[in-house]
């Protein structure tokens, strides 16, 4: 660890202007239980938290993970991996990734069990774009107007599952029958969630521009209108953490309060990160208590 870091004990640093924080002070190296602590803490406070000019490696990022016993902010799975997220093919930079990520969204929103929470960290960057933002999915459900949210309180949304993000059907799905989506195969979960761990309630949304996604029992058109509303508050900077990525930065974010996107960047330039997701083992499905 460098510097600064090294010298003080844990500090974190809300965002002043959005969502998030700067989390300074933590010994990757040894990580004391008394820091795990606090960190977790934070994790559950802020939701999204950034690392700047710390030196770490994939065994740093992957040892984080393994610290459930100290409750750690993740699970560990056994076969967890760093996957290396790249836009290189042959060494040459080949297109700027996934239009899925454009969109906000919740990582795999539409299983199950979503993931707990994500960790990225910028290896390699483009001169310009490939910016990240994350919005406090709590912060909009406190904002949302109280006849929007008695609309929606205690319902489920449906997403389907037939479709990836790029329009394609997904992996032992077969093209549906009929064209009123409402009857394709999909998977439910409350539009509103009561985060396990802080009792907080947070609204969720799947992904963005996803015209499949319907709130269970409403018409149509409300359900598109309300959803629409919805997205005008995930945009509203205040609720953001704009993160312009600089090398080395991590980032952990608590995947149950949380959206997030990414922007592109030019094609021919190079843009490297290390991703690691947090396992699922123990959390339950996403639920809403009144
Ligand atoms: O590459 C990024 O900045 C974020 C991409 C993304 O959506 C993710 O890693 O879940
Ligand atoms: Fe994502």
């Known amino acids: 660890m460098s510097g600064d870091a090294e010298r003080r004990d844990l500090t974190i640093v809300a965002n002043k202007v959005g969502a998030g924080a700067d989390v300074l002070g933590f010994d990757f ?6 820091q795990v602590g606090a960190l977790r803490s934070a994790w559950l406070k802020y939701g999204i938290l950034r690392f700047r000019g710390y030196d770490l490696t994939d065994e740093h990022q992957l040892n984080f993970l393994k610290r459930e016993e100290d409750g750690a902010p993740t699970t560990y799975k056994d076969d967890e991996k760093v996957t290396v997220m790249t836009n290189l093919i042959n060494g040459v930079p080949s297109g700027a990734g996934s239009n899925v990520e454009l969109e906000w969204h919740t990582d795999s929103w539409f299983w199950e069990y979503p993931p707990v929470g994500e960790i990225l960290r910028a290896m390699e960057l483009p001169q310009t774009g490939g910016d990240t933002y994350w919005a406090d999915m709590y912060a909009v459900y406190d904002a949302l107007p109280e006849d929007l949210r008695s609309t929606i309180e205690g319902r489920l949304i449906q997403f389907d599952t037939v479709y990836n993000g790029h329009g394609n059907l997904r992996k032992g799905k077969e093209a549906p029958k009929t064209d009123d989506f409402r009857l394709w195969e999909h998977i439910r979960h409350p539009i509103i969630r009561t985060h396990p761990e802080s009792g907080r309630k947070a609204v969720f949304v799947g992904q963005s521009k996803h015209e499949k996604n319907w709130i269970v029992g409403l018409p149509l058109e409300e359900s598109k209108e309300i959803l629409a509303k919805i997205l ?3 945009e509203k900077p205040e609720f953001q953490l704009h993160q312009k990525w600089q090398p ?4 952990i974010w608590d995947n ?3 959206m997030h996107r990414r922007e592109t960047w030019p094609d021919d330039q190079t843009r490297i990160m290390h991703r690691t997701t947090c396992n699922t083992k123990g959390q339950p499905r996403p639920f809403y208590v009144y």
């Open 29 to 34: 190296d040894t990580m004391p239980s008394h």
């Open 232 to 234: 005008s508050y995930v």
């Open 248 to 251: 080395g930065d991590t980032v």
């Open 256 to 258: 149950r309060c949380t």
